[in-house]
């Protein structure tokens, strides 16, 4: 008889993100990885069989009951001693005679996918008058602290401490091996990574998740023979885990360039775990490097990834995949929680763009530059302030191939000396309905000047020609609306650089 045994970690983000400290985000980040390698050890202590182990994530199957449920009561246990607030679910899963892998990890995975939406997800809060409430989070008793001066709960403290040994995290690892003889200088807070922007004060937050992950695995599954159907999960796991990782870790230094001496290397990682993948950066960057990462995660999926180093390469799946990007931009003092949820959201606009373009099977993004958190769903406030009649003033969500073509255009603009005190009247028109827009997009287009290699005039004239806007600068719809890039690429135009 054969048992599997699948595990998930809970809350992440609560967990990671309970505190606006960067240290304490990157410890909380750091310590589910730790805990997420020690698994490994884990498994073996309990004479089980690693699938695979990841991203928070992982499979292994035992031949005796009593040892894969007492891995599950000690891997759930230590989970809950380390970090105290968060905690990891495994559920145990019996072979049923003559069963497909496939059905037997489908079965289990919905067990999983019931216990942990079981689970009471409500943390106490301190309602004792003598009680010091954590100084970080907020929401814990405290204890103080006469070395550090602070009043924080165990919690917090535990990634409090966990933050200083945060570069020994795989993705932080992974650049500094990239320039082994230069010493790497990571940003202590937002503000370091905001003096790095330009404009300057200025973020920008990638949230991706891939589209369709659970299906492609239960396809890949079912086309192997039951030899090789074990292999073929702990590939596909690996692959996703470590395309995302590899393909972050390039984007960000083939956009950023090598680090330097002595000089801040402005980008923070808070999650880089199975398809997962969540981090900021320098507000001109953020667009052009989740585009990148986009490109590069689709090729290291369908093939692999080769280097020098054999630690750095994996084996692809032979075939594609995407992934569902978004990207918030605001000022660095801008709150955390807030942007992250922002992102959040973009990331959801652009994954039902994926569902809909689904027989391409694209990489998708949509992006927003704000100054104020969501009051409201972010397809509901862009019904309310960006459409009207039968015009949405904008083309959000678009696909890499697309996002790529508006950046391109964005910087034409700017080469070709479009006044800067125009890029306003890009947008203001829209505002005026359908006919006055296309005039007044008209009157501008003859007050440009049409003189030098690439004048501004031309430069416009070709963002109508890319997007085949007709009439300038509306583009019809197959369900009879028109919708426009020009606000989009308005909103982009401060964080897109020669």
Known sequence: MSYLVLFDTDRIQEYVFATQKLRAIRGGSFLLECLNRETTNLIETHVGQEIYVGGGAGAARFADYQKAFD???????????????AGITAWLEPFQKAEPFWQWVERAEMH??????????????????????????GRLPAEGDPVENKFICMACRRQWNEGAEYKHSLIYKAIEDKSPSTPITWPESLEDIGQASDPEGYIGLIYSDGNRMGQRRKTELKQCNSTEVETKYRQFSECVDKATRWAMV???IELMGDPVANKIYPVQFFITGGDDMLAAVPAHQAVPIALRFGELFEHYYESGRSGADSRDCF????????????VALAKQNYPLHSLINTARELQKSAKQMAWKEREQDVSTIDFLATSSSLLQPLQ?????ELEYDNLRLTQRPYTIK???ILVELIRGLKRSGFPRNKVNDLW???????????????????RLSDQGGTPPQQALVKVAEEFALSPFPWKLTADFNYITPLLDL????DFINL
Do not use: W
Not at 72 to 82: G, M, S, V
Not at 380 to 384: G, K, L, S, T, V
């Open 112 to 137: 999983l996918r019931r216990r942990k939406e079981e689970k009471d997800r409500s943390i106490p809060l301190v309602n004792n008058p003598y009680a010091k409430v954590c100084e970080l989070c």
């Open 380 to 384: 509901d406030q862009r019904a309310e």
């Open 315 to 326: 084996q692809g799946m032979g075939q594609g995949a995407s992934v569902a990007l978004g």
């Open 490 to 493: 308005a909103e982009l135009y």
């Open 71 to 85: 891995f599950c009561n000690a891997l759930e246990a230590r989970y809950r001693h380390e970090t105290i607030i």
């Open 250 to 252: 390039d984007a960000v």
């Open 402 to 404: 697309e996002a790529n």
């Open 428 to 446: 203001r028109p829209l505002y005026r309905g359908r006919l006055a827009a296309c005039l007044d997009f008209l009157v501008l287009l003859s």
